[in-house]
């Protein structure tokens, strides 16, 4: 039998320390606040904002949808990030993809304020995060590291294969795992043959958005299998990249879809909404003495 890798748990664990520090910046006059900007009717991604809006409600946090439509521009979107970012109510910024067809995704990323980019969009929050500065992580990148570790899994010394090397969850995955001294093979839409890239590997990390994709070729004997999929179906049901009853036996450990990697996802965006308020709050505190102290010179 694999066990199951769920994340309820660890989600909850996260958010009521998140919910500890925002009441008590909310004490202090600072609601953390965050918002989610979208710009597509597709079902998966309103199922993920829904759940990131309910965590949020539990955590005493606001969440506000800026709901731009399935038919907004690069300059629609690009004014809304802008103006959220100088917004001093607003501590943290997700920009949900898919956008619509033709939209700049790169220039919207850049136009996210870092000191707000709670989902480690902006490719500078990417960048501090491969040179291991401080920066927020993805948050689902995050989940994936966050649930190893909780489960007392550690990938030090460890073979691990990454399916999947988009720039919010395959490659920060694959970075955090060298940085955690795992050996890293990374594979993707070229790789020939998948099953030779995943199948010796102790932990198997799976980012690709197709259902079933991972059976029990790609898997080795006793490996842990972290399954980031989330694939919605018109009937409302939630399918990862893994064929879990394929691999059944095989895995050691495998991450349920739903009650996975989702929730911590969403438990972490929280936590970072927070951690920004708390920063922000602080720097504009910094700045006020800074500036007294200018005019007093
Ligand atoms: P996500 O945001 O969930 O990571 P993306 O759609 O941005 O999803 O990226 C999907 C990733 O999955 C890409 O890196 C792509 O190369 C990889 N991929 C797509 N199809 C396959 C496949 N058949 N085998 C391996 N990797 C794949």
Redesign the pocket.
């Known amino acids: 039998m694999t066990r199951s890798l769920g994340g309820a748990e660890l989600a909850t664990s996260i958010r009521d320390d998140a919910s500890v520090a925002a009441a008590a910046l909310t004490d202090l006059g600072i609601r953390p606040r965050l918002a989610v900007v979208l710009a597509t009717d597709d079902e998966s991604t309103a199922w993920y904002v829904r759940s990131i809006a309910a965590a949020a409600k539990r955590t005493g946090i606001l969440c506000d949808i800026v709901d731009l439509g399935a038919s907004a521009t690069t300059g629609q979107l690009h004014g809304t990030l802008v103006e959220l970012g100088h917004d001093p109510d607003v501590h943290g910024i997700i920009l949900q993809t898919p956008l619509p067809d033709g939209t700049d995704l790169d220039a919207l990323r850049e136009a996210i304020n870092p000191a707000k980019d709670v989902d480690g969009a902006n490719p500078v929050s990417l960048g501090r995060l491969v040179a291991r500065l401080p920066a927020f992580a993805p948050a689902t990148a995050q989940a994936v590291i966050a649930l190893l570790d909780h489960h007392g899994i550690s990938p030090h010394g460890r073979t691990a294969a990454v ?4 720039t ?3 490659s920060p995955v694959a970075h955090m795992l060298v940085q955690r001294n795992a050996t890293v093979t990374v ?3 070229h ?1 020939t043959d ?1 099953a030779a890239g995943t199948r010796d590997a102790d932990i198997l990390v799976v ?4 259902p079933g ?1 991972i059976i029990a070729d790609h898997v080795a004997d006793g490996a842990v299998v972290i399954d ?1 999929g989330t694939t919605a179906t018109a009937d409302g049901r939630l399918l990862g990249d893994v064929d879990a009853a394929a691999v059944d036996g095989r895995a050691d450990a495998l991450t349920p879809v739903p009650g996975g990697v989702g929730p911590v996802t969403t438990a972490l965006l929280i936590a970072h909404t927070v951690d920004a308020a708390a920063t922000q709050h602080a720097q504009t505190r910094t700045d006020s003495v800074l500036a007294g102290f200018r005019s007093g010179v």
Do not use: E
């Open positions: 399916v999947g090397r988009s919010v969850v395959g594979c993707h839409r790789t998948l980012a690709v958005g197709i994709l980031v």
